[in-house]
């Protein structure tokens, strides 16, 4: 037989469980709101009556717990994370300057709490967000951190617009830190924040994991857009910067700096623009390595991309900047001797592409329209372990070749691994490292003529051929010449005969 007191208890547990429902009829409803004072009075009378149950007559029935059993919750809140500009005083209509009010919001952010720390030296402040509120807001000057050290914050949510005034070799956001990180500035802001204790430890980034997202850009014709500088792993995602005049984006040293679902120009326009030949600036630049660019529009600038670092890769890149035949350059690689990119699922309209001394370069899976073809410059005479594959070109049947050479400043001399294959052509020249060609004839001599194919001139590293007669004897033949690009093939007889050609000059393997 159960003990009374157990009993008891389980009938009061099951009773303080019951699903308590307040029948409220139509007049009642009439005098007070749904969360009204009534409907609250009930639930406090319902409630001390369950106390009174447990802590009543019953209360001597049921064994206390340990005290050392229950734990009281934190009573600890985290602070705001989210950092609204508008709270700072920031003027959403843009009709007055709010440089100083955004400044503010973005020191408060880089002072907040750390969350413990990323890479050595980057305090981890969680997750703060700049939040611009949908507005758009006059700046007169960048937009600077207050001191490197810090990552894992946002910028994001609305448009940013130069001033008349704005520094014309600034740029809007600068992820450049506005002071150094010498034991002095350390020192003054570790008074008041526990940032400042991770950047005493040092670090090789100003920045980590800092992302700037869903932005209009408006440069003015004053500057640039964006300058990142030395930070490691930074997200640029989903910006529309225009009227810059130097960069869109400017990334300079760091480490894996994405940019991408992003459209840039200088100026607003979808193409044909009748001021197309004064186009200028660089809609990104990269002066560091391990950087992506990813489904980005390009679509006015004299040159889309320029690369100064290795190890970057592109893909989804549409570049209809300034036209080759006005002067512009899709990508233009700039980093002789080790280059080290891919160019993937790119299209560039109307312009093309530049390497200089190009070692380690893939451009394969992209369109060139307009006659836009790929150009290798000497700058030492080197291209070595260079794909150009599986590319579409089209162009107006001016006789462009789709790869061109720019030996101006000295002879491709040293060339290894290259490969110019596999291309479709259509209304411009084909070239290619690899050639196949055919003669049919009667007689000693058959000579197979590669010239106006073949990428290098006079570069034949590799041959091979087959001779099909229908003589009777078994003649004597032999490759006797592949000087000039051409093939010399000669019999000891006369015989009638087709000869088969293959030929490469990507050099040796």
């Given at each position: 037989m159960a003990k009374p007191g157990i009993l008891l208890l389980s009938i009061v547990m099951a009773f303080a469980c019951l699903d308590f429902r307040v029948q409220v009829s139509a007049e009642d409803t009439e005098d007070i709101p749904v969360h009204g004072a009534r409907f609250h009075e009930q639930m406090l009378r319902m409630q001390e009556f369950k106390n009174s149950l447990i802590h009543g007559e019953f209360a001597s029935s049921i064994s206390p717990a340990p005290a050392s059993s229950f734990v009281p919750p934190s009573q600890e809140k985290p602070g705001p994370r989210v950092y609204r500009v508008t709270s700072y005083g920031a003027d959403p209509s843009g009709k007055s300057d709010s440089t100083e009010a955004i400044l503010k919001a973005i020191s408060d952010a880089c002072n907040g709490t750390s969350q413990g720390t990323l890479i050595q030296g980057i305090s981890n402040l969680g997750g703060a967000q700049i939040f611009l509120e949908g507005g758009n807001y006059l700046i007169s000057k960048p937009l600077r951190l207050p001191a490197a050290g810090v990552g894992n914050f946002m910028i994001h949510g609305g448009t940013i617009t130069a001033s008349d005034n704005f520094p014309?070799?600034?740029?809007?956001?600068?992820?450049?830190?506005?002071?150094?990180?010498?034991?002095?500035?350390?020192?003054?802001?570790?008074?008041?924040?526990?940032?400042?204790?991770v950047l005493a430890s040092g670090s090789s980034y100003n920045f980590e994991y800092v992302t700037l997202r869903d932005l209009m850009l408006d440069s003015s014709f004053r500057g640039g857009g964006i300058l990142v500088v030395n930070s490691l792993r930074t997200g640029i995602d989903n910006c529309y910067i225009v009227h810059f005049k130097t960069n869109g984006i400017l990334v300079q040293s760091g480490h894996e700096t994405y940019i991408r679902n992003s459209f840039l120009g200088q100026h607003i326009t979808a193409g044909g623009d009748p001021d197309e030949r004064n186009f200028s600036g660089t809609a990104i630049n990269l002066m560091g390595n391990d950087n992506a660019v990813t489904d980005v529009v390009i679509f006015s600038a004299a040159v889309g991309i320029m690369v100064s670092g290795p190890a970057n890769t592109f893909s989804g890149v549409h570049c209809y900047n300034k036209a080759t035949g006005f002067g512009g350059t899709g990508i233009y690689l700039k980093l002789p001797g080790l280059t080290q990119t891919r160019i993937i699922n790119c299209y560039m309209d109307y312009t093309g592409i530049v390497a200089e001394d190009p070692v380690q370069l893939d451009i394969s899976s992209s369109f060139f329209l307009g006659d836009a073809f790929i150009l290798l410059k000497s700058i030492n005479g080197i291209v070595n372990g260079v794909n150009i594959v599986d590319n579409m070109f089209s162009g107006s049947d001016n006789g462009v070749g789709i790869v061109q050479l720019d030996q101006s400043n000295g002879a491709f001399s040293k060339i290894d691994q290259v490969v110019v294959d596999r291309n479709n052509v259509k209304g411009m020249n084909l070239k290619a490292t690899v050639g196949r060609g055919s003669m049919q004839g009667n007689g000693t001599n058959w000579t197979v003529d590669f010239s106006s194919v073949l990428l290098f001139p006079n570069l034949i590293s590799n041959v091979q051929y087959s001779l099909m007669t229908s003589d009777s004897s078994f003649p004597d033949h032999v490759l006797r010449n592949v000087s000039a690009n051409k093939v010399v093939i000669e019999s000891n007889k006369a015989i009638p005969g087709n000869v088969f050609v293959t030929v490469n000059q990507g050099g040796t393997n």
């Open positions: 014309t070799d600034g740029y809007l956001i600068d992820l450049s830190a506005a002071t150094s990180s010498s034991s002095a500035n350390k020192q003054e802001i570790n008074q008041t924040s526990t940032v400042s204790q």
